[in-house]
């Protein structure tokens, strides 16, 4: 060339190439240009490192394979199965369905899995909720405590509460495979063959641990059998015989008492032989049972019922009249009733049940002292207290009676959040906690002052509420707020002591809604101001009954100037007149000019002002809105 550039001659590579088209930037395969930008970061592999560094990269790489391994929730909301470097054809991950879960096998895809956890953990409320739907609520009766009782202890795990439900005919005690559900003492009734007796559920007797609620519990069950006139032990009949069944065994055959024992278990009739085993435990009453399925339950209580007492209880009804049951529902049941002293039942002319005892469950978050309180108020050891939050799971429930009242109180589970509830037994006593409010009279809120008003008191505090029940707020632990020492500070924080004013403020700022509901501080470690509590339930019970004439509340209508209602106009509504139509809560039917849903403002403003005419202390008032010149529907 003319440039002095070298020419290629023919057959070289270089002439090759610059026969071959060019292709344009756009047309360049990506393998052979670089990319623009910062290079993508790539794990080194251990050869191409420092021999120094390998140990250092080989340890941070386990590392982060073992967290990608492990689940970042708990072993009871991730049951999943992991698989090792197991992986199907071309490198694709295998996904392993497990209860209804979908997991990946290197932990990738953790928002499905979340997903899934999720569902999972709402179908486990639905089954739990299903199964408190077919549980009893009932209670003892306060006359029942004549009859004569038998008692039903045995190990962790036999089947104890199992055939209690069976023998009481209701799912009154909480039934699960987690062993230790049942803690207190719950009893029941029973009858057979026309004669009635009263039954006791005990927790699972460990004697020699020493371990703060295993000993609590063996205390209870100690309870339960010095009062027993007959004794049921239950055993496994599908195990071999364990140390706690044999140190049981002892310590009943040196008490004295009736003592059956029940070799549960037994479902098939190939397994009755096997009972013959657990004559051993020196028992001559060795009955083979199967308390799921109910073979060999009558053979049972055919022989614990020949060696009990016979008492004859009858129960004496009368009719209330109109006028009784006037007085009834605005003064209280009348207690000067002589006839059977105290047994009497008074029915009401048109069929309900007026209870003669007033209900008091006892709510409120775990740990916040509901079982101590119960203990206070009942002056006895009835419930198991503990510093473990969650130690109540069956309600327990004592009667009480002073100044010719009957009190029953009932100590229900803590309630906690969905997402804070992992086993089944504390789902179960969550819910069932809820069902005792709804089946109670008048409701403890128990609220921890060293903690004060938790969003989780407020939830609590409106499933009273919205259940009618009556509410009082209960502050308790006060003296750990007010105690001083030598500094003038609080012993329990080192802070300035509480001011009670103060603190009231607080509590009613948080709990607005509750604005009628009384408040008390007291201390139920130490007994203080527990004689209030006592006041306040009978006011409250009394309020709860009340009723008011139609005439009165006519003459109410007239003398409130519904005007300072702020309401807005479309929502306002013309009483012509109102009445009531229902006691515990009191219920109000208002006969208007619109069928429509009262404003929540003109709601509270008339509660406000029936609240300041008649009082109803305690207790939430109900409307009902019925509109006079309603056109029917055709």
Not at 598 to 627: C, D, T
Request: charged content about 30%; glycine content about 8%.
């Amino acid at each position: 060339m003319g440039n002095g550039a070298a020419v290629p001659r023919e057959g070289t590579p270089m002439a090759q190439r610059d026969g071959k088209k060019r292709l344009g930037k756009k047309h360049r395969q990506a393998s052979t240009r670089p990319k623009k930008g910062r290079a993508p970061k790539i794990a080194p592999t251990t050869g191409a490192v420092d021999p120094r560094k390998r140990k250092v990269l080989s340890t941070k790489r386990a590392s982060a394979e073992k967290a990608a391994r492990a689940g970042k929730k708990s072993p009871d909301k991730e049951r999943r199965v992991t698989l090792g470097g197991d992986r199907g054809q071309a490198g694709e991950k295998r996904v392993l369905p497990l209860h209804g879960r979908m997991t990946t096998s290197d932990g990738a895809d953790r928002r499905t899995r979340d997903g899934a956890s999720d569902a999972h953990e709402e179908r486990d409320w639905r089954e739990v909720e299903l199964l408190a739907s077919q549980m009893a609520t009932g209670t003892e009766r306060a006359d029942a405590r004549e009859l004569p009782l038998i008692a039903v202890c045995g190990r962790p795990n036999v089947g104890k509460s199992t055939l209690f439900n069976r023998l009481t005919g209701s799912r009154r005690s909480i039934v699960g495979d987690e062993p230790g559900i049942t803690r207190d003492r719950i009893y029941g009734e029973i009858e057979w063959m026309n004669r009635d007796a009263r039954l006791v559920d005990t927790g699972g007797v460990i004697p020699d641990d020493e371990a703060l609620i295993p000993a609590e519990i063996f205390r209870q069950a100690r309870v339960a059998l010095d009062e027993a006139d007959a004794i049921v032990m239950v055993v496994d009949g599908r195990t071999e015989l364990a140390s706690p069944d044999m140190e049981l065994a002892r310590l009943l055959l040196r008490g004295g008492k009736p003592v059956f024992l029940a070799v549960n278990k037994m479902d098939t009739d190939a397994m009755l032989a096997g009972a013959e085993n657990f004559r051993r435990l020196g028992f001559r009453n060795v009955l083979p049972i199967s308390a799921e399925h109910g073979s060999g339950i009558g053979d049972l209580l055919d022989a614990v019922f020949a060696v009990l007492p016979k008492v004859d209880l009858e129960e004496p009804e009368s009719m209330l009249t109109t006028n009784d049951q006037a007085a009834e529902d605005e003064d209280g049941p009348d207690f000067s009733i002589d006839p059977a002293a105290t047994r009497v039942r008074r029915l009401r002319s048109h069929g309900e049940y007026q209870s003669r005892e007033t209900k008091i469950a006892i709510i409120g978050r775990p740990n916040v002292g509901k079982s101590t309180l119960l203990n206070a108020l009942t002056g006895t050891s009835r419930a198991i207290v503990s510093p473990i939050a969650g130690t109540t799971r069956d309600a327990v429930d004592e009667v009480v009676e002073r100044g010719g009242h009957t009190f029953r109180f009932v100590d229900t589970a803590g309630i906690r959040r969905k997402g804070k509830t992992k086993l089944m037994a504390e789902k179960l006593s969550v819910i069932m906690a809820r069902k005792h409010l709804e089946a109670a009279d008048v409701s403890l809120l128990v609220i921890d002052a060293t903690e004060g008003v938790a969003a989780l008191d407020a939830n609590i505090g409106g499933y009273a509420h919205e259940s009618g029940r009556s509410v009082i707020i209960v502050v308790n632990k006060w003296d750990l707020m007010t105690k001083t020492g030598a500094d003038g500070m609080r012993l329990f924080d080192g802070k300035p002591p509480a001011n009670q004013k103060v603190y009231e403020q607080q509590v009613r700022d948080a709990l607005k809604y509750l604005d009628y509901a009384p408040l008390l501080f007291i201390s139920a470690a130490d007994g203080k101001n527990i004689d209030q509590v006592f006041k306040k339930v009978e006011l409250v019970a009394r309020e709860r009954r009340k009723r008011v004439t139609t005439g009165q509340m006519n003459r109410f209508l007239e003398r409130v100037d519904f005007q300072r209602a702020s309401v807005p106009m479309n929502r306002r509504v013309r009483i012509y007149y109102m009445t009531q139509a229902a006691v515990a809560p009191p219920t109000f039917v208002l006969f208007t000019d619109k069928d429509v849903k009262l404003h929540f403002a003109f709601e509270r403003f008339l509660a406000n002002q029936i609240r300041e005419s008649f009082g109803f202390i305690g207790s939430p008032i109900w409307f009902k809105v019925k509109a006079r010149n309603k056109k029917k529907a055709e």
